[in-house]
């Protein structure tokens, strides 16, 4: 069955500290793998993209690793900002082209506090 | 260019009305898509369309829920009768090239009914 769950649920971190969330998948054919945020009251933006052959991509203060043959992918945040207080959404596509899926995580909700 | 365009931003109806939600998709964008989102399930495709076309409404999850593109620049999702289990936030995204590429939200509509 084609699933992405994503660790922890929830996560409260005080500013300025730095964090990791989680992404196991069991999708194939896998195509990519990206990280959405999701403020609240908003639609998600996409923070990275990552295909088969990237293991590593950075966006700012957000790093997001990929191993394909665990299938696992993580997003690091670095030097946490009260800004940064939101769900963070792991979906992976499956297959290619036109006729790809896209498969979502639930989210992880990640409050910052002063 | 402002993103996807969705209104209402809210919606309050009573249960047994017609309710039409509203999507403007990015210029020159081809793929248009609808979604929803509650707590419980997260992030659901219900349809999707390219080029004005349905390709797959199999997320669509009963004849209560229709949705059309009468052109490149607008699409409308109703739901008629509306019952309070249809209660989430609806998301339209759009894309360039393909169900598998980046796409852009929306900021959603919040539907309540009551």
């Known amino acids: 069955k084609n699933q992405v769950e994503q660790s922890p649920q929830s996560l409260i971190i005080l500013e300025g500290k730095n964090c990791t969330l989680q992404?196991?998948?069991?999708?194939?054919?896998?195509?990519?793998l990206r990280w959405y945020k999701q403020d609240t009251g908003r639609g998600p933006v996409s923070l990275t993209i990552m295909t088969f052959s990237e293991n590593t991509k950075s966006n700012g203060r957000y790093t997001a690793t990929l191993d394909a043959d665990t299938k696992q992918s993580s997003l690091h945040i670095t030097a946490s900002q009260l800004s940064d207080s939101a769900s963070y959404i792991c979906v992976v596509s499956q297959g290619s082209g036109n006729t790809g899926k896209l498969i979502f995580g639930q989210g992880t909700t990640l409050q910052v506090k002063p | 260019d402002a993103g996807v365009i969705q209104s209402p931003r809210h919606e309050v109806t009573e249960m047994g009305q017609e309710v039409t939600l509203r999507c403007k998709p990015i210029s020159g964008h081809d793929y248009l898509f609808w979604y929803r989102q509650t707590m419980m399930r997260g992030l659901e495709l219900l349809i999707y369309f390219n080029n004005n076309v349905p390709i797959d409404d199999s997320g669509m999850p009963e004849d209560r829920f229709s949705a059309k593109m009468p052109n490149a620049s607008f699409s409308t999702l109703k739901i008629q009768p509306s019952e309070p289990r249809d209660s989430a936030v609806y998301f339209c995204a759009s894309s360039l090239g393909g169900r598998s590429y980046g796409y852009t939200f929306g900021s959603g509509t919040r539907l309540t009914v009551v």
């Open positions: 992404c196991n998948y069991t999708v194939s054919p896998f195509s990519n």
